[in-house]
């Protein structure tokens, strides 16, 4: 059209042209910059140029072809000295807030903001500009130091990009020290926009850009990609960084506020914060003791002289410490506190801070004129609160009220009153009370006339008692490992969450008729190679492997028939060697050879491990026969027809399994059901035909409660319960026989005890059941390498089925095998293997134990995540 564009010039003083042929395409707008601006070519200077905002608003450029055409509407800047706003593009208008986690804090984190600072447009600038608008960003564009440091102040950006090209204009770095100089700045990132340099010319230092207050470098590039990746690198960087950083201030508030002593020190001791009722409780004022060792602090005489080495022996092991403690004030006055030092594991799993929670203990003089000190200054605004905090001290046993003062609390109803003090009646006057209600009504008189802070610890213990889950422990900082997470979650769970509509069925017949199986083997028949074998059956360094290979995967029928004639099985149960046989190979024939661990060879293994602890002498002279052969039973059948997944996928998955089992223990109760059906079932392989009915219900009851045992829900309760019941008397009689000059007799008193006897049976097959660990290193590797292929096959199909991922972690694009087997010795294996060799004494297991975790160590350290450092794979 060739006609000269038209020239308009705003009230506000803004400059726009228009060419107009285009005077229909209002889209078209451009807003020129203050002063003077060169617009299509044409040179442009106007008296209203001094009242032109310098942070402007891009608000209608076109973006470059590859970003396809898009329709701004034109909108005139808001004139008012500092506020130009930036009109932001579709994407970052429909950009949403971010979902961040630091520690156990949730954050909503809102769209980046980007301030740019250029004094003119170019190609750079414009890169910068639609990178924004492609990431969802509001930004603003600044020309001069004053307004972009205005801008700044009014809207805080989180990144700012300043252009370093040309000092021609403006001082790049004075900007950034400008900018740096203002508290908003702190959690700000700023990026240096430098040009190019030329292949012959010497790479520039970054410290200069660094000294001035700049984070980053961006060498010049006007490529939209190039910018747009530049700045998305920075927002998962440095600006989620410091957005955590900034969610601190809120943790800080509330240590500033809290009413206990709080102290944080360095793994080296180092004071690094003490709040402000620390400050009062001791005498001190802040700066007198931040940077300061513990140890150079005075220290009262009123301490255990082993106090010290006591509680710091516990923390540097990762162990929280609580106890009293007497500590002395800067006026020199000993003070007795509850204290609580919990260590706070950090980067490579290191303790890096030890957090220390004080609490006065209002027993003597001194402490009780602190505690009434303390009280005033935080009720002293509120006389109700101080009146409700005093009566509270005073009636401690709130949940423990006299009977008789129910009633006379109130008249308004009094046969509502008389009612329940006559059920309260009842309840105290029970002639059938629990263990723990006793238990619970000992505390309660205990509290009576005790001191203060005894009842208050008391009241604890009551809230603990009074708890469903007694033996389940609390994950705690070192087991915020997802590896362990998931473990725990994985193993110890029933399932998260029923979904309809994704059944999941056993692809094995589990009615599998007993003509298809092969004639059994009679032993005089076994092979030389596995007999030759099975002559090692009795050490611990048995290679199971060896046995499944030579067996051709029917390893449990040939270790079965050695175990069970060594321990005098066909005797006991009255049975022929030919019905024994019958029933190893309907077992065996149960298991599914497909899956990758749950097969017959680890039916086997344990039954080899079950065998092992049967021959202790601890073990040998707690037990009576009918438990070794209810142990070998057990062991033999409490994997049979395990579908290679675990409780909680079949809850999930919603399979026949879990509702009949009402997602309760689903595969054990399945594993005992299905095993009393198929030697119920043919009279060949009944092994139980020929006891009598009492014996058969004491022998099937103790089977089921040891392969019950195996389910994880409960593993912590019956840890936990042998070492109050067995390790514990046992370590205090032997004590007592030595110091007394005699024998120990706790052995042969288990067997005056069936519940001992019973704790010990469940950890013998527990230990058996999960004793890979503490085999050789080869097999320990051989295991885990198959557990991990089974927990991987899992996770694989929940994704297909789209079910919740029990162990998210068991991704086999992304595990790290060594990981998972810290993580599982470290929560579930050492304490146990340790109670239980305590009582049977094994050291080769304790030393296979220590070598193989030595193994995974090593390992991770190195970033493997296979079973093997990859020349070891090699070779």
């Not at 032997?734 to 024998?743: P, R």
């Amino acid at each position: 059209m060739g006609c000269a564009p038209s020239i308009h010039v705003s009230q506000s003083g803004v400059i726009y042209c228009r060419d107009s042929d285009e005077s229909n395409s209002p889209h078209q707008t451009t807003t020129i910059s203050q002063g003077a601006a060169t617009l299509h070519g044409l040179f442009v200077k106007s008296d209203a140029a001094d009242s032109i905002p310098a942070v402007l608003a891009y608000q209608s450029r076109q973006p470059p072809p590859c970003s396809g055409p898009r329709r701004r509407e034109p909108r005139a800047p808001r004139c008012c000295g500092i506020e130009a706003e930036t009109q932001t593009s579709s994407a970052s208008l429909k950009a949403s807030a971010t979902e961040v986690q630091i520690g156990p804090m949730r954050l909503t984190q809102d769209p980046v903001q980007v301030l740019l600072i250029f004094a003119k447009e170019d190609n750079q600038s414009d890169g910068f500009w639609w990178a924004c608008d492609r990431a969802g960003y509001s930004c603003n564009i600044a020309r001069t130091p004053e307004s972009a440091l205005e801008c700044f102040l009014d809207k805080h950006q989180e990144i700012i990009v300043i252009d370093h090209r040309n000092s021609r204009y403006f001082d790049a770095e004075d900007i950034c020290r400008s900018i740096r100089a203002t508290k908003p700045s702190e959690h700000t990132v700023i990026l240096a926009v430098v040009p190019r340099t030329s292949a012959d010319q010497e790479e520039t230092s970054v410290l200069p850009l660094l000294d001035a207050g700049f984070d980053r470098r961006f060498t010049e590039n006007s490529s939209i990609t190039a910018c747009y990746n530049e700045l998305i690198q920075i927002e998962h960087g440095e600006v989620r960084s410091q957005f955590k950083l900034r969610a601190c201030n809120a943790v800080f508030t509330a240590l500033e506020h809290c009413q206990e002593a709080i102290e944080i020190t360095s793994e080296d001791h180092v004071i690094q914060y003490v709040n402000p009722a620390f400050e009062q409780m001791m005498g001190y004022h802040k700066g007198e003791l931040i940077g300061k060792e513990l140890t150079e602090l005075p220290k009262s005489d009123k301490n255990r002289a082993d106090l010290t080495d006591t509680i710091n022996a516990c923390i540097k092991k990762g162990k929280e410490w609580q106890g009293v403690y007497y500590a002395r004030r800067k006026s020199g006055d000993s003070i007795q506190q509850h204290v609580k030092i919990t260590p706070v594991i950090g980067q490579g799993g290191k303790i890096r801070h030890f957090v220390s929670l004080k609490r006065l203990r209002c027993t003597n003089e001194n402490n009780k004129q602190l505690c009434k000190s303390h009280r005033d200054e935080n009720y002293s605004g509120d006389n109700s609160q101080s009146e409700s905090h005093s009566f509270k001290c005073k009636n401690r046993r709130k949940d423990s009220t006299d009977v008789k003062s129910i009633s006379s609390q109130s008249s308004d109803a009094p046969s509502l009153q008389n009612r329940r003090y006559s059920s309260m009646a009842r309840i105290h006057s029970m002639t059938i009370e629990a263990p723990i209600t006793k238990v619970i009504n000992i505390i309660n008189a205990a509290q009576e006339n005790s001191p203060i802070t005894v009842a208050e610890a008391l009241d604890r213990v009551l809230e603990i008692l009074r708890t469903t889950e007694l033996y389940s422990p609390q994950l705690g900082a070192k087991d915020e490992d997802p590896h362990t997470s998931d473990l725990v979650g994985g193993l110890m769970t029933d399932g998260l969450r029923r979904l309809s509509g994704n059944e999941y069925v056993f692809s094995k017949n589990m009615n599998l008729s007993h003509s298809h199986l092969s004639v059994p083997n009679t032993v005089s028949d076994v092979p030389p190679c596995i007999a030759q074998l099975l002559d090692n059956e009795e050490s611990w360094d048995f290679n199971i492997f060896e046995l499944e290979a030579v067996t051709n995967k029917r390893p449990l029928v040939y270790l079965g028939l050695k175990v069970f004639g060594r321990f005098g099985v066909p005797e006991f149960l009255n049975c022929s060697e030919a019905t024994l046989r019958a029933w190893l190979q309907v077992m065996e024939a149960n298991y599914h050879s497909s899956n990758a661990y749950h097969n017959s060879t680890h039916a086997a293994d344990v039954l080899h491990a079950t065998a092992f602890f049967l021959g202790k002498e601890r073990v040998k002279g707690s037990l009576d026969h009918l438990d070794e052969v209810a142990a070998l039973i057990a062991a033999t059948i409490h994997d049979v027809d395990h579908p290679g997944r675990t409780n909680s996928f079949l809850c999930n998955a919603g399979s026949e399994l879990a509702v009949l089992y009402n997602d309760t223990a689903v595969l054990e109760s399945h594993h005992t059901a299905l095993a009393f059906q198929l030697t119920a079932k043919d009279s060949k392989c009944n092994i139980f035909k020929n006891i009598d009915r009492n014996h058969y219900r004491t022998l099937r009851q103790a089977i089921i409660d040891m392969v019950l045992a195996t389910e994880m829900t409960k593993h912590f309760e019956h840890v936990n319960k042998f070492v109050n019941s067995i390790n514990k008397p046992m370590a205090s009689e032997e004590t007592s026989s030595h110091s007394e000059g005699t024998d120990c007799e706790c052995t042969a008193n288990m067997k005056n005890f069936p519940d001992n006897q019973t704790l010990i049976k469940r950890m013998m097959i527990k230990c058996a059941d999960v004793a890979n660990p503490c085999r050789p290193l080869e097999l320990c590797i051989e295991w885990a390498g198959r557990i991990s292929e089974e927990y991987f096959a899992q996770t694989d199909e929940e994704k297909r089925q789209g079910l919740p991922v029990v162990m998210p972690v068991f991704d086999r694009n992304t595990c790290s095998i060594p990981k998972s087997q810290i993580s599982f010795i470290d929560y579930f294996i050492t304490d146990m293997f340790d109670a239980w060799d305590a009582f049977a004494h094994l050291p080769v297991l304790m030393q296979h134990l220590a070598n193989n975790y030595k193994h995974w160590k090593m390992l991770d350290e190195l970033k493997c995540k296979s079973l093997r450092l990859p020349s070891e794979n090699n070779n």
